[in-house]
């Protein structure tokens, strides 16, 4: 199979894939709300936030950094992946000791504490997935923890459909959850078949002298964009929280495309940056460019038909016990456009190894947030945690693009943004007009609409596909 061929089906393989797994999570999510009902998803909320936020602080970037390495193929890749798991299982072993340890200073209930308990086991799993998602994304192999995750949130349901049946109540469930997460981690690890624990001293040096920098970018992150979903259970009801968690759930699913989009463009863009002084700069800014109008064409339409139409998104997700998160959902939705900016850019920046003049950008952001999350949690509740994340997600994603516009000295044309941006206006009016319609009336005519004018003003272009398989010296040890 030729290299182009390569990385288009791999990009296909990942674009299905999430596909299916994003229907796979609206689905979990439908069944937990239901199960639980609102004050109960609100403990759920907490007690998987509370691992959230732990377990993102303590990520140090294993994914990014597992991908980088291998692809370099400095190093025997058994040697090498062995090494990173070992680190890996360290660090997350030690996260979620702290994750247990911390739980009882917290004024939640014994429910809460016992759930952090539980759900600890999830998150480790997860976290030991960072390692070989890194190595399948590098050896172009994403068609192997693609079907991972699949079979993880097919595991879910099937768990929470079970339990649920059986009416067993929250924490049970909450061990169903556990329990399923290892679906996806069980399936990597015998796919890869060589996994021994292992320290190579040269290994290990390299690995942590690329690791601390993502790391402290990662701990500023954590605290701008989880902050909210730790601090806001300690100043208004589980009820509340429950709301809250379930229209950001929504958000979450919605952003992971924007994901998944930058995940196979920052190895192009960082290929082709390495190659700008024999190649010129020229297919570095082509790659820029085209990884701005992909985010955008997919996330300002889904920005603007959430906003217009979020309480019956809500209900259809979440149940009609959940018709009062529509508005907080609404009231998020103007984030995904700073999530653009921040999402491309700050990928750009690792692929252009800024990391390091990222971190003020990250640092500021992230005393600011908590200084706000401090002051507004307690007064406005809910609306100050919507007012810190719109700040703190516009502010990141201005400063990382014009971080990132700069190291390239490139910026990109403003025009296809435009047309998006109008063509996902006029959408939104469609949407309004018809909002009396049913949810499933209402997707198809947004999705008619929109794709009608970018058509018209010809944003999409079959060149843009070109472009992202024009990238030279991936790598090709397809497993």
Known sequence: MSLKRQIAYNTIVQLVGKTISTILGLIAVALL??????????????????LQFIGIFTDFGFTVTTANLVAEKMFDEHKLINTLFT??????LAANALAVGIIGFFPYSDTIKLAVIVLSVSFLASSLNQVFIGF??????????????????????????GVSWLEKGFLPIMVAVSCSSFVYFGYLVARYGHLRLSFNRAISRL???????????????????QGDRLLLPLYVSQTEVGL????????????????????????????????????GASNVHRLLQTSFDLVALFLLPAAAAIFVISRPIMQFVAGADFAPAGIILQRLSPAIIGITLGMTFGHVVLALNRQRQALKIYFTVAVCSLAAYVILLPRFGVNGAIIVTLFSEFAAGTWLMILACRSAKFWPNPFSFLKI??????????LFYCRSLPLFGLLPIGLGVYSLLVALFKVARPSTLREIFAAKKLPTNVQ
């Open 244 to 279: 809250y968690g379930a229209s950001y759930r929504v958000l979450d699913i919605v952003l992971q495309l924007a994901a998944l989009l930058m995940g196979i463009m920052m190895p192009l863009i960082a290929g082709a940056w390495a190659r700008r002084a024999a190649e």
């Open 33 to 50: 709300t239901r199960s639980l009902g609102v004050e109960q998803f609100g403990w759920y909320i907490t007690a998987s936030g509370f």
């Open 136 to 161: 399948y994304q590098a050896s172009l192999a994403t068609v192997i923890f693609t079907t991972g995750e699949i079979l993880g949130r097919a595991a879910l349901i099937g768990a929470i459909v």
């Open 207 to 225: 690995m942590f002298a690329r690791l601390w920098p993502t790391a402290i970018a990662i701990i500023c992150n954590t605290m701008y964009l």
């Open 87 to 92: 680190w890996r299982l360290i660090t997350a």
């Open 421 to 430: 941006f109008l063509a996902s206006t006029v959408m939104a009016m469609v």
